[in-house]
């Protein structure tokens, strides 16, 4: 007979609670220790400019914010407060340099939230298109997607200004005449929803309360029962502000023989980097929807195909949701990016955050300061939009493991 080795595997003993708890304090000491290198490092990198700045007889200080800035912007809106709520009022020389700040961060998310917005569907159409079964098709999203990545993005802010809104012939007529959609050499001019006058603020926040009880209606997380609660109780409040005398009108674009008034005017610094960056951002949007649909598997084209779908009924029901949650944190970045893309409007004169916060450092001689406040609103801005495509990935996560 053969002698055979018997070889015993010995379990391995998990480690005590005792270590376990100690290699969980040195984890966090390490971490704590780095967390304090790095403040300790910053509070001497700020000592020492306080210092430097001191011996030049700068004094490091934020008080100026609150001085009048004696400057004027071409467009913006501040806050103040009117009694207990707060209002926009258009900002003048004798508004506050912080109140300037706060009219170009108001600039910079208006022009934010729109690109995001239509750079996302024209993206998304381009990015089908690239893909599409006629050949005229595909190579024309090709050619115009391919064109504009490839150029510079401040040349595209600076030809749709100066090319562009600036060449086209101004906006009038004989007759005063309402219209839907007013474009020109003084901006465009779209419809507007606005609220009637002689509303009183118990309304509106009647109004407010009623949308936000309608809004967490729709919440996924709630019941049956509780969803037709809040929505019965938005619908009484609505009722209610509707009571009270709350309107609300269309206001059209009204073309005029000196131009055109009414609506929601955008002005040529505004419409062209938002064109600008639509456009740029839709190309790199169209090249991310791409990829993510020739990286999903060929069965999923052929399954649709088995059960009779057609290829517009594919992608609008089976392609699609799947690519939404593979491109979201690709499109964080992408919206990240478009964000502070707008700092680009100094170009063109548009009063961004970026563009202001250099004419209140010019003003102020306080140019650390402001660029500090201007970084960190970057900042915030950036954390906000990455915390909200998190949380929808989250949600998207969840929804898809069910």
């Avoid at 040195?26 to 403040?39: K, N």
């Avoid at 917005?117 to 190579?139: C, K």
Wanted: hydrophobic fraction near 55%; charge should be positive; proline fraction near 4%.
């Amino acid at each position: 007979m053969n002698n055979l080795t018997q070889v015993r595997l010995q379990p391995v003993a998990p480690p005590s609670i005792g270590r376990r708890r100690a290699a969980r304090i040195r984890h966090r000491m390490i971490h704590a220790s780095v967390v304090i290198a790095a403040i300790a490092i910053v509070a001497l990198t700020g000592v020492a400019i306080q210092q430097s700045l001191a011996e030049r007889g700068i004094a490091f200080s934020f008080g100026y914010l609150f001085r009048p800035s004696q400057f004027n912007v071409s467009e913006g809106f501040a806050a103040v407060w009117d009694g207990w709520w707060p209002a926009l009022v258009q900002v003048t020389s004798d508004s506050t340099n912080l109140q300037m700040l706060t009219a170009g961060l108001f600039n910079t998310i208006k022009v934010a939230l729109l690109a995001i917005l239509f750079s996302t569907v024209i993206g998304v159409i381009f990015g089908v298109a690239r893909l599409s079964t006629n050949w005229l098709i595909r190579q024309i999203a090709f050619a115009i997607v391919e064109f504009v990545r490839n150029t510079p993005l401040l040349i595209q802010v600076v030809f749709w200004y100066f090319a562009f809104f600036l060449r086209v012939p101004p906006v009038t007529d004989a007759a005063n005449v309402e219209k839907w959609f007013v474009f020109g050499q003084s901006g465009l001019f779209l419809p507007l929803l606005q609220i009637s006058d002689g509303v009183d603020s118990g309304t509106v926040v009647l109004i407010a309360l009623a949308i936000a009880l309608m809004i967490l209606a729709c919440w996924p997380r709630l019941s049956l029962g509780r969803r037709w609660v809040l929505f019965g109780a938005g619908a009484v409040a609505a009722a209610a502000g509707y009571a009270t005398g709350f309107r609300m009108d269309l206001a059209l674009p009204l073309v005029g023989r000196f131009g055109a008034t009414g609506g929601l005017q955008l002005s040529p610094e505004m419409s062209a980097i938002l064109i600008a960056i639509v456009v740029n951002s839709a190309a790199y949007i169209a090249e991310i929807v791409r990829g993510a649909i020739e990286g999903l598997p060929k069965g999923q084209w052929e399954a649709a195909a088995a059960v009779g779908l057609s290829r517009k009924d594919t992608i609008r029901d089976v392609i699609l949701p799947q690519v939404f949650r593979i491109i979201l944190p690709s499109l964080a970045n992408r919206y990240i990016s478009l964000t502070k893309d707008t700092s680009l409007g100094i170009a063109i004169g548009f009063p961004d955050l970026f563009n202001v916060s250099g004419t209140v450092a010019n003003q102020t001689g306080h140019s650390l300061e402001t660029v500090l406040i201007v970084m960190a609103i970057y900042l915030m801005l950036s954390w906000l939009i990455s915390a909200f495509i998190n949380f929808l990935n989250g949600r998207v996560i969840l929804e898809g493991a069910r």
